[in-house]
Each structure stands twice: as C-alpha cells, then as structure tokens.
C-alpha cells in the first residue's frame, strides 16, 4: 500500500483557476507547469508516486513542491533566493 502524504492539499476556487491557467498557458516556462500540475494532482488526491508518474519526474521532486505549496500557497511555487555570491558579470554582458 502507498504511503500518503501528510501534505493534503486542498485548495481555493481561486488558487485553482490560478493552477490550471498556469498548467495550461503556452507561454509558461516548463517548471511552472510541472509545479502547477504537481499541485492540482495533490489536489484530487494523488500520491507522490503517481504523481511522479504520470508527469515523469521523480517522487522526491513531488515530495519537495507539494511540502512548499502546503507551507506557502501560490508563493512556494516560486524559485527561492539562492545562497552563495552574486555573479560578477550580469546575463547581458555588463556590469
């Protein structure tokens, strides 16, 4: 028998038309879907497993974006502030 999550996910009218227009946007970056479908397959009562399986990545991913969507709504879905020293030189060539 799978282990459930202790994350239940249930989520608001509004956060869900947010999720499924994110998962459905063509424009949308290919996290942002994966995140977006993570989160709505939580939602219906998926296991991490399953999850993992029909989008094909791994459980530990799910495990990790269905915890940060339970502790933070919308705003876990965003990418954290990464440590470590800012580059020297920015993307476009300049300083």
């Known amino acids: 028998m799978p282990k459930t999550s202790s ?34 397959y939580a939602s219906h009562g998926l296991d991490n497993k399953d999850i993992a399986t029909r989008l094909d990545t791994s459980a530990q991913i799910v ?6 969507f339970f502790e933070h709504r919308l705003a876990g879905l965003e990418d954290a502030p990464r440590r470590g020293r800012p580059p020297l030189f920015s993307p476009r060539g300049g300083r």
């Open 7 to 40: 994350f239940r996910i249930i989520l608001t009218d509004s956060e869900r038309r947010i999720l499924e227009a994110k998962a459905r946007k063509y424009k949308s970056s290919y996290i942002d879907v994966i995140r977006a479908k993570i989160v709505l």
């Open 63 to 68: 495990c990790k974006w269905r915890k940060r």
